[in-house]
């Protein structure tokens, strides 16, 4: 719904600036952060700390869990900071996000975003009145790919996950739907790790989310 590319790499810039050399000097452009992001927050500050770190003599274990704590906090710090500051809502979503309501369609947000982070977000971009509730990566054991937060999600509501539509934006969400039961739709400017979203499997494809309602 949201294009928060912007909001991880500022962030993720500034934290980089709060690290020892040889991470404190460098910086990750926008394309590197597509790439990455989608998996969670621990899993992009550590891809990141691997990436810019290669050409570094290998740490011990006690060193690289303190270099990873202190890139956590720091990170955490800065993205409640700018969050939302620098992220767009995609075209379509608003009146897509409408349209579904108009049809009485019960409607939850799951994300691998921290759930404070998505509820922030949601608000600022004034999105959070469409749903009943909000998950994020950190409400459940595991996160999408895994099947869990979905399944768990669709208890919450009390819908069937064979009646429930997944509507995504990645193969992470398209395997958890898969996994869970669930149909699944995507949509065509998802990030999915540098990969097209084409190439993945699901039961439907839209451009935008306004035109997904014309398939129901």
Same mark, same amino acid.
């Given at each position: 719904?949201?294009?928060? #590319? ?5 962030? +993720? ?11 404190? %000097? ?46 956590? &906090? %720091? ?12 992220? $767009? ?20 947000? !799951?994300?691998?975003?921290? =759930?404070?982070?998505?509820?922030? +977000? ?27 937060? !979905?399944?768990?999600?669709? &208890? ?5 996950? &064979?009646? =429930? ?22 949509? $065509? ?6 990969? %097209?979203?084409? &190439? ?11 035109? !997904? $309602?014309?398939? #129901?």
């Amino acid at each position: 719904m949201v294009d928060t #590319l912007g909001d991880f790499r500022v962030a +993720l810039n500034a934290m980089l600036g709060d690290l020892p050399p040889p991470y404190a %000097s460098q910086q990750v452009d926008q394309a590197t952060v597509e790439r990455l992001v989608g998996k969670g927050s621990e899993h992009l500050i550590k891809s990141v700390l691997a990436l810019l770190g290669n050409d570094t003599p290998k740490d011990g274990v006690a060193q690289r869990e303190s270099l990873y704590l202190h890139a956590w &906090e %720091s990170y955490q710090r800065h993205y409640a900071r700018v969050n939302g500051q620098f992220s $767009t809502v995609y075209p379509g979503v608003l009146r897509g996000l409408q349209q579904l309501q108009a049809k009485g369609l019960r409607l939850a947000c !799951l994300t691998n975003k921290p =759930t404070e982070f998505a509820l922030t +977000l949601l608000r600022h971009k004034g999105l959070d009145g469409f749903f009943e509730m909000t998950f994020g990566g950190d409400a459940f054991e595991k996160k999408k790919p895994d099947p869990m937060p !979905l399944i768990k999600t669709c &208890e919450a509501l009390g819908v069937r996950t &064979e009646r =429930t539509l997944m509507i995504g934006d990645s193969s992470n969400d398209a395997q958890a739907a898969r996994a869970a039961g669930c149909p699944v739709v995507l949509v $065509t400017y998802g990030y999915n790790h540098g990969q %097209s979203v084409r &190439e993945v499997d699901a039961d439907g494809l839209v451009d935008a989310l306004d035109q !997904l $309602t014309a398939t #129901l």
